[in-house]
């Protein structure tokens, strides 16, 4: 169950690859709840595209890659 303020949070959610794919499963919406809904200034993808780059896509908040079968 969520209980987040949709108005407040990181302003890249709509166009976030790893923002929709935290909505796959429940098990990864501890992401959303940790970075995309809260400490978002602390998210490594966020941290990129204010430096002005283009996080691989399969970046996560914390920096590591996620693996891909
Ligand atoms: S993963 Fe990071 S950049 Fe993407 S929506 Fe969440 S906080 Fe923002």
């Known amino acids: 169950m969520r209980n987040v303020d949709e108005t407040k949070g990181c302003t890249h959610r709509n166009s976030c ?26 998210c490594a993808r966020f941290k990129s595209m204010l430096a ?8 996560l908040p914390s920096g590591r890659l996620l693996r891909l079968p």
């Open 17 to 42: 690859p790893m923002f929709a794919l935290f909505d796959t499963a429940d098990q990864l919406d501890y992401w959303r709840q940790r970075y995309c809904y809260s400490e978002y200034d602390r």
């Open 52 to 59: 002005g780059e283009t996080p691989p896509v399969q970046l």
